[in-house]
């Protein structure tokens, strides 16, 4: 199979008969193998209903439905999951997305031997409280990350099949696709200008302004999943040695000054009268507490059965 179409959708049945129809079109016009994969992230509108209807004219479309709704990572997960077209197109059903850019991005990923395309609406249809944090958002990520994107966002990409088979998604991380992938070592990362449709049906579904506090958290928890999660004894450790050896300094610092001032018979303070003693004895807690939880991080990892668990490119 040539493509999979992965489209996680919620409240969306007003569009998906032209969606759907507009990328059939598409593929036959191209000569594809195709599959639409179509995932109702708990809808209530009578969009499962439509995808079952959509099914009998089109057996081409696959549905998977959710008990209720998880959020748009977990249904790219699963989508993912169940993808078998060696080229996977992802695209949001509210025909934002244009289905006219599935075979460039499938010429990128198939002849220029990208692993991920990504989309970039330069020319955006959306408020100006959606376009700004969105800037914000692909500066900060890129500059964090190491991965540069116009539009870290955008809900079309294209992918090869052994990056969404080797990758995870859930929380918020669907934003930061891109980022998981160069993460577990598929680095070809391109960018392509797409076209960004207006919304002709209702609203967003996906997002709200828990997306401006999640993200960040799940930005910072890939970070450290990626780079710390096989060790992470590294981290914590590392960081509770440094606090107990400068809570330690300062504590014989302290000691030795009053020695100091007993041994010429100058005034001196308590220990515990000077703000430093303090300072020392909270370093040093910290440090040994910091330290202790690098422990028990290690031993959580070293009893997951995914501890050796690697990326292996090829093999012969």
Same mark, same amino acid.
């Given at each position: 199979?040539?493509?999979?179409?992965?489209?996680?959708?919620?409240?969306?049945?007003?569009?998906?008969?032209?969606?759907?129809?507009?990328?059939?079109?598409?593929?036959?016009?191209?000569?594809?193998?195709?599959?639409?994969?179509?995932?109702?992230?708990?809808?209530?509108?009578?969009?499962? +209903?439509?995808?079952? &209807?959509?099914?009998?004219?089109? /057996?081409? *479309?696959?549905?998977?439905?959710?008990? #209720?709704?998880? !959020?748009?990572?977990?249904?790219?997960?699963?989508?993912?999951?169940?993808?078998?077209?060696?080229?996977?197109?992802?695209?949001?059903?509210?025909?934002?997305?244009?289905?006219?850019?599935?075979?460039?991005?499938?010429?990128?990923?198939?002849?220029?031997?990208?692993?991920?395309?990504?989309?970039?609406?330069?020319?955006?249809?959306?408020?100006?409280?959606?376009?700004?944090?969105?800037?914000?958002?692909?500066?900060?990520?890129?500059?964090?990350?190491?991965?540069?994107?116009?539009?870290?966002?955008?809900?079309?990409?294209?992918?090869?099949?052994?990056?969404?088979?080797?990758? +995870?998604?859930?929380? &918020?991380?669907?934003?930061?696709? /891109?980022? *998981?992938?160069?993460?577990?070592?598929? #680095?070809?990362? !391109?960018?392509?200008?797409?076209?960004?449709?207006?919304?002709?049906?209702?609203?967003?579904?996906?997002?709200?302004?828990?997306?401006?506090?999640?993200?960040?958290?799940?930005?910072?928890?890939?970070?450290?999943?990626?780079?710390?999660?096989?060790?992470?004894?590294?981290?914590?450790?590392?960081?509770?040695?440094?606090?107990?050896?400068?809570?330690?300094?300062?504590?014989?610092?302290?000691?030795?000054?009053?020695?100091?001032?007993?041994?010429?018979?100058?005034?001196?303070?308590?220990?515990?009268?000077?703000?430093?003693?303090?300072?020392?004895?909270?370093?040093?807690?910290?440090?040994?507490?910091?330290?202790?939880?690098?422990?028990?991080?290690?031993?959580?990892?070293?009893?997951?059965?995914?501890?050796?668990?690697?990326?292996?490119?090829?093999?012969?």
């Amino acid at each position: 199979m040539d493509i999979s179409v992965v489209i996680p959708l919620y409240n969306e049945v007003e569009s998906l008969p032209e969606l759907t129809s507009w990328i059939a079109k598409v593929m036959q016009e191209n000569n594809f193998l195709y599959e639409i994969l179509l995932i109702d992230d708990g809808s209530t509108d009578g969009s499962w +209903e439509k995808i079952m &209807e959509l099914r009998l004219t089109n /057996p081409f *479309i696959r549905g998977i439905k959710f008990r #209720r709704n998880y !959020g748009k990572s977990a249904a790219l997960n699963t989508g993912f999951e169940a993808a078998q077209g060696k080229v996977i197109i992802t695209m949001d059903a509210d025909l934002q997305d244009s289905p006219d850019e599935i075979p460039e991005l499938y010429r990128m990923i198939v002849e220029d031997d990208r692993d991920l395309v990504s989309g970039w609406k330069k020319k955006r249809h959306d408020p100006l409280s959606k376009t700004l944090p969105t800037k914000l958002y692909n500066g900060v990520t890129g500059y964090i990350s190491g991965v540069k994107l116009n539009d870290m966002n955008c809900g079309l990409k294209a992918y090869k099949q052994k990056v969404v088979k080797n990758i +995870e998604v859930y929380g &918020e991380m669907h934003r930061y696709i /891109p980022v *998981i992938a160069a993460w577990a070592g598929f #680095r070809k990362i !391109g960018e392509k200008v797409v076209q960004h449709q207006p919304r002709k049906f209702g609203v967003t579904k996906f997002g709200g302004i828990q997306r401006f506090i999640r993200g960040p958290l799940d930005l910072i928890s890939i970070m450290f999943v990626s780079k710390f999660g096989k060790r992470p004894m590294h981290l914590f450790g590392g960081m509770g040695v440094l606090s107990f050896l400068a809570g330690t300094v300062c504590a014989f610092w302290i000691i030795g000054e009053k020695l100091y001032a007993i041994a010429h018979n100058e005034h001196y303070r308590d220990v515990t009268a000077n703000p430093l003693f303090y300072f020392a004895l909270t370093a040093i807690i910290i440090g040994s507490q910091m330290f202790l939880t690098g422990f028990v991080a290690e031993m959580v990892s070293r009893s997951a059965p995914e501890r050796n668990h690697y990326q292996i490119e090829d093999r012969f």
